[in-house]
């Protein structure tokens, strides 16, 4: 059975940092994209960064790029999402998701998702 569980999320000032985590179990990590989404309340649920399977290939969305950093540690299936420099307009549920065909920032290319992590900025 396929679990992702994120962590790291909660409450910070605009301008602080964040760092959320997921953990991956149930499937071959290295075989997966990863990426990160973000719903907030009202909204759809947008893309927000993808990591290529071994962490060479990154992308972001234009309005966290230069803020947040993926990453991803293939040896203990954990996926990171890096948040510098927060705005209150980055408040929503994160949450990690993954697939293993071409790079895509739809959700709909997605197999697996998290339950998300809460992160409320405040300004």
């Known amino acids: 059975q396929v679990q992702l569980v994120e962590s790291g999320g909660g409450l910070v000032q605009a301008g602080g940092s964040l760092r959320l985590s997921c953990a991956a179990s149930?499937?071959?990590?290295?075989?997966?994209?990863m990426g990160w989404f973000r719903q907030a309340p009202g909204k759809e649920r947008d893309f927000v960064a993808s990591i290529s399977r071994q962490g060479v290939n990154t992308y972001y969305s234009d309005s966290v790029k230069g803020r947040f950093t993926i990453s991803r540690d293939n040896a203990k299936n954990t996926v990171f999402l890096q948040m510098n420099s927060l705005k209150p307009e980055d408040t929503a549920v994160y949450y990690c998701a993954a697939e293993n065909s071409a790079q895509s920032n739809r959700a709909e290319a997605y197999d697996y998702w998290g339950q998300g992590t809460q992160v409320t900025v405040s300004s």
């Open positions: 149930g499937l071959t990590f290295s075989r997966y994209r």
